[in-house]
C-alpha cells in the first residue's frame, strides 16, 4: 500500500522557522517527483513546492520563493520542506503529494494525511 | 500563472441526482486536468487525472471531459457519501494551481 506520513508541524512564532517531513512507503521513492500543498483553515487548496525524483530540480510558489526550500533524501525515502521567515499567513495544514511523474507533473495520486503549522506569537 | 475558475462554489442536491461541477482556466492546459475529493477533517483524494481518466478504485459513478480551457466533472446517482468538496487542478505548467472548491451537499 502506498502511503506518505508527515511530520514536524506544531506551534511556531513569527519570523522563527520550521522544517516539515514526509516518508513515503509502497512506492518507488525516487522514481516520484513530491509536491507539498497546504489548506489555510476554511480555505481551499495551495500548491506550495516541488521536487523532482532526483532531487535535481524543484519549484515553487511565488508566496513562499526565497523563504521555503524542498529538498530530499531518497536513502530515507523521505522529502522535507524546510519553512523560514514564517508569517501568520502560513498557518495551514500542510500535506505531501505523490507526482504520477519523476520530473515534470503528470498530477498528484498519493496524499498524506497532513501536519499542522500555526504560526503566531 | 495559470488561474483556474471552478462553479460553481456550491451546491445542494437529493439522493440519485446527477450534478455536474466545471472548470475553467484562464488558458489552454489541454489534458492536463485532475479532480480531487477533499471529506471534512480528510486529505484530498485523487479522482480523476488526464482530464478522463479514473482512478483505480474510483466508482463509475464519478465521470471528467474536456480539453483545453474548459474542463466538467459529472457526478451521477448522488449518494450521503458523496457530501464533500470537490477540486480541480491544473499541472500543465509550474506553478500547480486549484480550483476554488465546490461544496456539494447531499
Known amino acids: 500500500e502506498v502511503q506518505l506520513l508527515e511530520s514536524g508541524g506544531g506551534l511556531v512564532q513569527p519570523g522563527k522557522s520550521l522544517r516539515l517531513s514526509c516518508v513515503g512507503s509502497?512506492?518507488?521513492?525516487?522514481?516520484?517527483?513530491m509536491s507539498w500543498v497546504r489548506q489555510a483553515p476554511g480555505k481551499g487548496l495551495e500548491w506550495v513546492s516541488a521536487?523532482?525524483?532526483?532531487?535535481?530540480?524543484?519549484q515553487y510558489a511565488d508566496s513562499v520563493k526565497g523563504r521555503f526550500i524542498i529538498s530530499r533524501d531518497n536513502s530515507k525515502n523521505t522529502v522535507y520542506l524546510q519553512m523560514n521567515r514564517l508569517r501568520a499567513e502560513d498557518t495551514a495544514v500542510y500535506y505531501c503529494?505523490?507526482?504520477?511523474?519523476?520530473?515534470?507533473?503528470?498530477?498528484?495520486?498519493?496524499w498524506g494525511q497532513g501536519t499542522t503549522v500555526t504560526v503566531s506569537s | 500563472e495559470i488561474q483556474l475558475t471552478q462553479t460553481p462554489s456550491s451546491l445542494s442536491a437529493s439522493v440519485g441526482d446527477t450534478v455536474t461541477i466545471t472548470c475553467r482556466a484562464s488558458?489552454?492546459?489541454?489534458?492536463?486536468m485532475g479532480w480531487f475529493q477533499q471529506r471534512p477533517g480528510e486529505a484530498p483524494k485523487s479522482l480523476i487525472y488526464?482530464?478522463?481518466t479514473l482512478e483505480n478504485g474510483v466508482p463509475s459513478k464519478f465521470s471528467g471531459r474536456g480539453s483545453g480551457t474548459d474542463f466538467t466533472l459529472t457526478i451521477s446517482s448522488l449518494q450521503p457519501e458523496d457530501s464533500a468538496t470537490y477540486y480541480c487542478?491544473?499541472?500543465?505548467?509550474?506553478?500547480?494551481?486549484f480550483g476554488g472548491g465546490t461544496k456539494v451537499q447531499i
Open positions: 503529494a505523490k507526482d504520477r511523474s519523476s520530473g515534470s507533473s503528470l498530477g498528484l495520486d498519493v
Open positions: 509502497g512506492f518507488s521513492f525516487h522514481s516520484s517527483a
Open positions: 521536487i523532482t525524483g532526483s532531487g535535481a530540480g524543484n
Open positions: 488558458q489552454v492546459i489541454h489534458h492536463y
Open positions: 488526464s482530464a478522463s
Open positions: 487542478q491544473q499541472y500543465s505548467t509550474y506553478p500547480l494551481s
